[in-house]
């Protein structure tokens, strides 16, 4: 059982930061890959970053230059530092991991989701 919890959502103005992280926690032999994704009200789940076990790192055009993807290997845990925060920014923000289990097999984790909220 692999369990992801993130935390670090809330309200803030425009223009202010938060700091997402997520944890990974369970029947982790490896992980491959780790990213956020957010749902806006209406709108489709989109990729916001990702980062790989070897440390590159994807960004949505619309976060680059504003929002941050980091990762702590030993603690299995992934960050998203958003800065300049915009209304548009609003959404649930999901934790995604890739992770390889001890019985040898590969699977996609989601968390729960933290919200975000941006007002103007």
């Known amino acids: 059982q692999v369990q992801l919890v993130e935390s670090g959502g809330g309200l803030v103005q425009a223009g202010g930061s938060l700091r997402l992280s997520c944890a990974a926690s369970?029947?982790?032999?490896?992980?491959?890959?780790m990213g956020w994704y957010r749902q806006a009200p209406g709108k489709q789940r989109e990729l916001v970053a990702a980062?790989?076990?070897?440390?590159?790192?994807n960004y949505a055009d619309s976060v680059k230059g504003r929002f941050t993807i980091s990762r702590d290997v030993a603690k299995n845990t992934v960050y998203l530092q958003t800065n300049s925060l915009k209304p548009e920014d609003t959404a649930v923000y999901y934790c995604?991991?890739?992770?390889?289990?001890?019985?040898?097999?590969?699977?996609?984790?989601w968390g729960q989701g933290t919200q975000v909220t941006v007002s103007s």
């Open positions: 369970g029947s982790i032999f490896s992980i491959n890959a």
């Open positions: 995604n991991a890739i992770i390889r289990t001890p019985a040898g097999g590969s699977n996609t984790y």
């Open positions: 980062i790989t076990g070897g440390g590159s790192t």
